[in-house]
């Protein structure tokens, strides 16, 4: 996966995690806490990809 699509996935989880923290239901707060839990599994992958890009520079 690139870096740029690992991106695309973080801000999209990142547009969920606002929805649901903005929302005045528990089930928002469950979808806040489920999107910060996928970004959290996606920083590291965005670390490597970053690197490795800029090895290739």
Same mark, same amino acid.
């Given at each position: ?13 990142? %547009? ?6 903005? &929302?005045?239901?528990?089930?928002? %707060? &469950?979808?806040?806490?489920?999107? &910060? ?11 490597? %990809? ?8």
């Amino acid at each position: 996966m690139t870096k740029q699509e690992i991106y695309e996935q973080i801000m999209t989880l990142f %547009a969920q995690f606002q929805e649901g923290h903005n &929302a005045t239901t528990k089930k928002g %707060a &469950a979808q806040a806490r489920k999107a &910060a839990n996928g970004i959290k599994k996606l920083i590291t992958p965005y670390n490597k %990809a970053s690197i490795a890009a800029d090895k290739e520079k």
